[in-house]
């Protein structure tokens, strides 16, 4: 599992996964699905010269969420470690840790809902990574938390050593990875924008474009990467995107690198990955 040669199984394993979405839509109790919280609205603006990437990630989960089954150990939605999202060679912890722009600077346990964030920084420019690995009964909760900082809802601040960044809504980008919950379960909630603020989005999840779009309309947000279709939301895509924000590059170059990536590591063609990973409304 620590090789590339995983990668195109896991994705014929997802993509049945998520076509399972519709069947499973009420089989879990209130209490494991419908945690929403009442964000607590905050009008500060927050500046600093540090830019953040905040990124909220739902971990696989057989149990909790409506998919077909992954392998068990990959597929314990309350195991980071061995998370096909987190701790798997392709999870976010694991392919930020590899990567030569990025710096690991520290990991925080926090409780039975959000599971471990990580903090990175990069290597030549003033940018910090911010990801939390949700347990995966929570996935509602970390797509409202998701919802929630894009539109600006909720902010906060995180300090490290002597600096403090931005996250949630005073993050510059947010992103998405996981399973797209939202074929699954309902949000009621509106997402309206409240401070004029446009933050850039990534969500790297099955038919994201589709789902999420409905919820985001008011939210002011850049879409740089969704998708339109069955999709493996591994971390390269993620890294790669992040390289060409990073640069400065425009919404269409970076979703190229995001396509890329794709095509590289799911042995598709780049014209594929294209109409799969599309940028803007």
Known sequence: ???????????????????????????HSPNELDEEKTPQKQNNTFFSDAKTIHVFVALCDNKFQGIVPVPQKIGNGQDPDNNL???????????????????????RTFNSEK???????????NYYLVADAYNGKFIKQTTVDFLNSSCGKIKDTLKIGKTTIGIEGNADLLAYVGHDGLMDFEIKDTFEN???????????????????????????????????????PEAYTLHDALTGYIKGETNAEIRTRAAKAYAKYQKCSEKAAKNLLVTGW
């Open 1 to 27: 599992m620590k090789t590339r040669l995983f990668a195109p199984l896991f994705f014929c394993v997802l993509v049945f996964a998520c076509s399972n979405q519709s069947t499973n839509k009420n089989s």
């Open 85 to 107: 999202y987190w701790g798997c060679a392709f999870g976010v912890r694991s392919y930020f840790k590899k990567s030569t722009d990025w710096k690991f600077l520290e990991s």
């Open 115 to 125: 599971l471990e964030r990580i903090i990175f920084k990069h290597t030549t420019k």
């Open 194 to 232: 409240t401070d004029n603020i446009k933050r850039n989005t990534i969500i790297l999840a099955c038919y994201s474009k589709n789902y999420f779009s409905q919820h985001l309309m008011q939210a002011n947000i850049n879409p740089l990467v969704w998708s339109t279709h069955l999709m493996s």
